[in-house]
């Protein structure tokens, strides 16, 4: 499916972007599922939100809890000072994760297929683990940043072999908070690690090289259906979203069997729900 043209373009940028990878119907049996699962989420049950400027967020019961749950986190933004919602649910949610790959057909079903196993072939991943799935919404008005960050952080894997798969669910762009990337940044080293630590999780600082700065980064601005695949390495970034539109992203996390998966991270599977690839 790739061309030797793109697969070296992978080699030399870290990432690639393939316009059109799914098509309307699929986007639209995703975003109406999605929808579902907030439309039954009880709001009462928790008040965990999604941060990546507070790590210690990351480290409470209901997102440490058992990686084979479907759950929905909230805008840090989204209560006022008296911790109500401050607009609907449904405009809220930051996310919703980690196991709808795993644990529901209709995202079962966008997740998997011969164009994605064949992709992953050419990519490397001889043979690909879905560790983990995120509906992110980035919602209108509210939706949070994403500080720069690699995900072989969260994905440790020796080689390292995390890949990326982030299909845009909707048109993404500088106002919405699109994806920003550096070029070539793949090359550079791992700068954080984020482990077990007792029943909770935190960042381990490994290396001090900087995030790219302003000039170095390039914003990823795609038409809904895209899927836009990175390098554990590539250092990426979204902005937080002032605009009127929501910017909405499914996102794989896949490593290669082969490569050792760490026992310290943060997200480990039973055996009562393996980690498999895509088919
Ligand atoms: O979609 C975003 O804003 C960020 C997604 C991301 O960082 C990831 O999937 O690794």
Redesign the pocket.
């Known amino acids: 499916m790739l061309t030797d043209a793109q697969q070296q373009q992978y080699q030399d940028d870290g990432f690639l972007v393939l316009p059109d990878f799914k098509t309307a119907a699929e986007i639209a049996a995703l975003r109406q599922r999605a929808q579902e699962i907030v439309d039954e989420f009880d709001p009462g049950e928790t008040r965990s939100i999604f941060t990546?400027q507070e790590q210690a967020r990351h480290t409470d019961d209901y997102f440490m809890g058992p990686a084979d749950k479907i759950r929905c986190f909230f805008e840090e933004e989204a209560f006022d000072a008296q911790g109500r919602l401050k607009q609907a649910k449904a405009l809220s949610i930051n996310k919703i994760g980690h196991a709808m790959h795993d644990l529901d057909p209709v995202f079962d079903r966008f997740s998997r297929g011969p164009a994605l196993a064949e992709l992953a072939r050419q990519l490397g991943l001889e043979a690909p683990q879905l560790w983990q799935s995120?509906y992110?919404f980035?919602q209108p008005g509210i939706?949070g940043?994403?500080g720069w960050?690699q995900?072989a952080t969260?994905f440790d894997t020796t080689p390292i072999t995390v890949t990326?798969f982030?299909f845009a669910l909707e048109d993404?762009t500088r106002d919405n908070?699109?994806?920003w990337t550096e070029a070539g940044g793949h090359r550079g080293p791992l700068r954080e690690r984020f482990v077990k630590q007792g029943a909770g999780a935190g960042m381990e600082k490994l290396d001090a090289t900087p995030w790219p700065d302003g000039a170095r980064a390039v914003p990823l601005e795609v038409k809904a259906g895209t899927l836009v695949v990175?390098h554990g390495l590539l250092p990426?970034?979204?902005a937080p979203n002032r605009s009127a539109v929501s910017?909405h992203?499914y996102?794989?996390?896949v490593t290669d069997q082969r490569s050792a998966y760490s026992p310290r991270n943060w997200l480990q599977r039973g055996a009562h729900l393996p980690v498999r690839g895509f088919v």
């Open positions: 990546t995120m992110i980035k939706g940043e994403v960050h995900d969260f990326t982030w993404a908070g699109c994806l990175f990426h970034y979204s910017r992203a996102t794989l996390h």
